[in-house]
């Protein structure tokens, strides 16, 4: 099973180019490709997981349909069928990789929400104390440890490196209060409805962050939605107080990139086939547990 790393489409202007997804600029609108690459520590890795790309935009489409009805998305089209009629030169490689999406105009912030402490937050809350960023987080939380209620932290995007928390007020400076205010509700509502399912199939979701950008006619949800990913789910059934939870993302790989002293700059180095296969195991555990069925390739 061969993993996709990069695209090649010839009839396309040459694609715009994520750790994941490569963008093709259709003129009035975009095609998204999601491939098989994996980053972790902020370096893509030299080989790829066979179908996490599959499984990332199948899975974002599901989260776009069943979540529509907070806020407008940038999906034009995900079957493949749909796309074939645009795109009828698309090889077999490309079945289930590809969304035709709106254009807009992505903000300047990412907007992240969290029911959980834990991650950069969780950092910052031990250094700085319970008034970060604006916010005032009870006393004494511990790692993992469930908020009284979800709570919206919005990042500044990082070129390169991590995004970098900022408060409410910050975020109203860089886009505006009104878009802020926008954004925010959606990313608290979206949460609020992902989390009640997550929970509904035995996960957690700890926090997740989502991406928005302006068009014509408005603000829309673009890029990616609710995968593992952008998320941090957790199993109910081991989930522990005080301690980093195992999630369904990378966690396989970070815990061999770790294992092997691995100075963190690029190149990132080769997974070993035990790795890749673990960690397309834990992704296509997830879409089974959220989509509601098991991943086909």
Not at 46 to 73: H, T
Not at 194 to 220: N, P, R, W
């Amino acid at each position: 099973m061969n993993a996709l790393l990069t695209t090649h489409l010839p009839d396309l202007p040459t694609p715009r180019w994520g750790k994941v997804r490569e963008v093709y600029d259709l003129g009035s609108e975009l095609l998204i490709v999601s491939t098989d690459r994996i980053s972790a520590f902020d370096v893509i890795m030299e080989n790829g997981i066979p179908d996490k790309g599959r499984i990332l935009n199948q899975m974002s489409a599901y989260w776009f349909e069943e979540l529509a009805g907070v806020c407008p998305n940038h999906v034009i089209a995900t079957s493949d069928e749909e796309i074939a009629e645009r795109l009828p030169r698309l090889g077999p490689e490309y079945q289930g990789r590809c969304t035709l999406a709106h254009k807009a105009q992505p903000l300047k912030i990412e907007c992240v929400a969290r029911g959980y402490i834990s991650g950069s937050l969780y950092k910052e809350y031990l250094s700085h104390g319970p008034n970060v960023h604006g916010l005032t987080l009870p006393e004494g939380l511990i790692e993992s440890s469930e908020l009284p209620e979800p709570i919206f932290t919005p990042a500044t995007k990082a070129e390169e490196g991590h995004d970098m928390n900022i408060s409410f007020e910050e975020a109203c400076r860089i886009v505006g209060e009104d878009i802020a205010i926008t954004a925010r509700n959606w990313t608290l509502e979206l949460y609020r409805r992902a989390s009640f399912h997550a929970s509904s199939v035995g996960l957690i979701l700890a926090d997740t962050k989502f991406e928005f950008g302006l068009t014509d006619h408005g603000l829309i949800w673009i890029d990616e939605a609710l995968t593992p990913d952008s998320s941090r789910f957790w199993p109910v059934a081991h989930y522990h107080l005080g301690q980093s939870q195992p999630s369904f993302d990378k966690q396989f790989v970070r815990d061999y990139l770790e294992s092997i002293s691995w100075n963190k700059l690029p190149p990132g180095p080769c997974l070993p086939e035990d790795v890749v296969q673990r960690t397309r195991e834990k992704y296509a555990e997830a879409f089974r547990l959220i989509v509601g069925r098991d991943f086909v390739s």
